[in-house]
């Protein structure tokens, strides 16, 4: 069994507005500003001047995903031979939990993965504990990244604005997404094509359903999951500069105006019509997706790196990230793993330069060949693998048409919970769109008022 899975792992890509870590700026207490970071030339030379330096990672990068972070530092020591990475690794959960007090810590990590949204990365903005990595920016030409990833990471130095402001965290050469996979083989046996447009989507779903089959393999017992076929449909028929400025909160945009009662009509519409898997209501996400992967449905909305397929697999099963209808304009929920450094860095200047070869090439090509989606560069993928190869294209058109928008529940703390809860009622038949779109408002204004 070939196993692959998410940088940010299926529950974070689910819920990345649940925790909080981050990078801290460099002024000691304080938040480092556009004015005061140094953003010293960091070639090879300058690093090489400052003699032996060791700073300190503090990830949460382990098992499968581990190798390609244990060759990127290797290529990194190679460049800059006197630099030391003291790399630590502790679970996801334990490191978005604790994130705020580690880097309040006397010695806090140099480097530190970090959750996005405003309960985790915008508290340590507002906290102070983040460097503003403006300048790094410039030095680095970051602004060569597509400006929706850039956008994830983006806080007014007050903490008071999302998605717009100053730099306080750098992507990883990472990507996890949520798109459509598909069978073909149950295609072929339903007589259907592989879709590529939503219109063939539909088309092929209608002759799964006519052919005796499941259409969309699902389950909606645990709430998390449930959401990724609420967010694709949703990346279908929102703007996604309207869907970005929601999430980041600018209050210019409602709920009724990001494609969300559109999403919502789809789903009831595909309930009533018998596409989903019977019983869904008492299936959880888990089993949905080996079902998926035993060929028991043609199509299954989810976040990317939730399978593992076999070789055999790999020949029949694909990824699609179709564009939206009428636009042609790909559009699709997606982000990287951030990275920041800590307010207490001693050599920011060595810290920015591990930022920036986390965010490059060869760390790109580094997680291809560890079976993960890469992001902000062009690489190349398995030969032998067809299924990988079609999530990679999927995310490229991501990249040319700087078409990605946020994990929803980035918008609030609670907005997971909310979106979760109100797909289990509109799909038992005790919610509707309206009431859905009415609550997704209701959390975002509740949130607004707090903040």
Request: charged share 15%; aromatic share 10%; glycine share 10%.
């Amino acid at each position: 069994m070939v196993t692959r899975r998410s940088l940010l792992g299926v529950g974070a890509a689910a819920g990345l507005g649940l925790g909080a870590a981050a990078l801290a700026g460099c002024t000691p207490g304080g938040r480092a500003t556009a004015q005061n970071s140094p953003a010293a030339a960091a070639s090879n030379k300058s690093i090489s001047k400052l003699g032996p330096v060791t700073i300190t990672l503090l990830d949460f990068w382990s098992g499968d995903t581990a190798k390609w972070v244990t060759n990127t530092l290797k290529a990194f020591k190679t460049k800059y031979p006197n630099v030391t990475v003291k790399r630590t690794s502790i679970d996801w959960g334990q490191l978005v939990q604790t994130a705020n007090l580690r880097l309040k810590d006397p010695t806090p990590p140099d480097v530190i993965t970090v959750n996005n949204g405003w309960q985790s990365l915008g508290v340590l903005v507002k906290a102070g504990l983040v460097t503003n990595l403006d300048n790094f920016a410039k030095l680095y030409q970051w602004n060569k990244f597509p400006s929706t990833i850039l956008r994830q990471t983006e806080f007014s130095p007050d903490g008071k604005k999302m998605g717009e402001g100053s730099l306080f965290g750098t992507p990883v050469s990472n990507s996890s997404l949520i798109g459509i996979y598909y069978n073909d083989a149950v295609l072929k046996k339903a007589g259907a094509d592989i879709p590529t447009d939503f219109a063939g989507f539909e088309t092929a779903c209608a002759k799964v359903k006519a052919a005796g089959l499941i259409p969309i393999g699902y389950g909606s017992e645990d709430k998390g999951p449930n959401t990724a076929i609420l967010l694709q449909l949703q990346d279908f028929f929102g703007a996604a500069d309207k869907i970005n400025d929601f999430v980041y909160s600018t209050g210019t945009v409602k709920a009724a105006d990001i494609g969300m009662k559109e999403a919502a009509t789809k789903l009831v519409e595909y309930n009533r019509k018998g596409w989903l898997t019977p019983n869904y209501a008492g299936i959880q996400s888990a089993d949905a997706i080996d079902a998926f992967q035993r060929g028991k449905a043609a199509f299954q909305f989810q976040y990317t790196g939730s399978y593992a397929f076999t070789p055999a697999q790999q020949q029949t099963f694909g990824y699609l990230q179709l564009p939206q209808p009428g636009s042609g304009k790909v559009v699709g929920t997606g982000a990287s793993t951030a990275v920041s450094m800590s307010s207490k860095c001693k050599h920011p200047e060595v810290a920015a330069a591990l930022l920036d070869f986390l965010a490059g090439q060869q760390c790109a090509q580094y997680v291809v060949d560890n079976g993960l989606l890469p992001l902000l560069h062009q690489v190349q993928g398995p030969s032998n693998n067809p299924e990988f190869d079609t999530e990679i294209k999927g995310q490229q058109s991501l990249d040319r048409d700087n078409g990605y928008v946020p994990y929803f529940d980035w918008s609030t703390p609670t907005m997971l919970d909310t979106l979760a809860g109100q797909v289990q009622l509109l799909l038992a038949g005790r919610g509707t769109p309206d009431s859905l779109v009415t609550a997704v408002q209701k959390d975002y204004d509740k949130f607004q008022a707090t903040r």
